[in-house]
């Protein structure tokens, strides 16, 4: 039987309907909660014709500043906090294991394999220098061998590499051995606007945000028998520690960069993995109970 003539308590209900056929039950679960979501909301907001189809450019626009150097989607999902509400509900906090954080729109694959040691920075790089170093480790504290270390930062002037002309920077890969170390040169992270020249700048404006992240250096570690681990190491002391523009600080992850004999920056932090399969998920909550008011 067919059904017409839509109404704003039938829509929803036909939309869900047309789901049923989908194979895949994952994928059916995830379509029929969006539909019921963005219904909702539609229904909440009652946006006029024209806030809808702005809506629909921004997203337009969104897709249209990402490509091989920047991902403005990833952008968007960090400064809303869904990139960190997804890495919460899906990484958890395991025991001791160093916690992570969002990935960030300008990781980039392929970054060089240095040795050990090595400094990750050009030659007239703007920042100071600042010295990496610790341990790849397991719950146990045992170090963990062949760990592929990717780390990535902005310069000292707030800007990563893939917002200059000058090819890869401050972006490297390393290898632990069987002691588990890692040792590195880079520089000394600052705090940073995220990027304001596109949509996402245009959205924290007209919401009344600043764009600033505290300074951190991001780290992804890989390891054969345990999780992949995507963090930061902030910089004890930031102004916007508190209010930073992704939500992604976590005290355990803020560090001392000091100065040491020689002048040079330092900063010594031991990262701890989960075993595969391992990972400590928070339970979904339950929702409490609504009272329905009778009608008299």
């Known amino acids: 039987m067919a059904i017409r003539n839509f109404n ?56 249209h500043w990402c ?19 997804v890495d919460y509900l899906n990484y958890g906090k395991t025991k001791d294991a160093t916690e992570s954080t969002v990935l960030g729109p300008f990781y980039v694959e392929g970054a060089p394999e240095l040795p050990m040691g090595a400094d990750t920075a050009k030659p007239g790089t703007p920042g100071e220098p600042c010295v990496a ?15 592929t270390i990717d780390i990535w930062e902005g310069a000292g002037d707030g800007l990563y590499d893939v917002q200059k ?17 890692y040792r590195f040169t880079c ?34 570690i890989q390891a054969p028998g345990y999780e992949k681990l995507v963090t930061h190491l902030f910089v004890r002391g930031d102004p916007y520690m508190d209010s930073d523009a992704v939500f992604g600080v976590k005290d355990s992850l803020i560090c001392d960069f000091k100065k040491n004999g020689s002048g040079r920056y330092e900063v010594s932090f031991d990262f701890m993995l989960v075993p595969e399969g391992q990972l400590t998920r928070p339970a979904k909550q339950a929702r409490p109970a609504r009272t329905v008011k009778r009608r008299k």
């Open 8 to 63: 704003e308590d039938t829509l929803t209900a036909a939309v869900l309907k047309r789901l049923d056929t989908t194979p895949d039950p994952r994928l059916k679960a995830i379509m029929r909660s969006m539909v019921k979501h963005l219904h909702a909301f539609v229904r909440e907001v009652r946006p006029t014709p024209d806030e809808w189809l702005a809506g629909i450019q921004f997203l337009a626009d969104t897709g």
């Open 133 to 147: 170093q610790g341990k790849i480790r397991d719950l146990n504290g045992r170090p963990i061998a062949d760990a």
């Open 187 to 220: 520089i000394r992270p600052v705090s940073y606007p995220v990027p304001t020249d596109g949509p996402v700048g245009k959205m924290l404006t007209a919401t009344g945000r600043h764009p600033m992240r505290p300074g951190h250096l991001h780290f992804m």
């Open 67 to 85: 490509d091989d150097k920047r991902q403005e989607f990833i952008l968007m999902s960090d400064t809303l906090g869904v990139s960190m509400l």
């Open 165 to 181: 002309p000058d090819g890869m920077n401050l972006r490297a890969r390393f290898r632990t051995g069987a002691d588990g170390k």
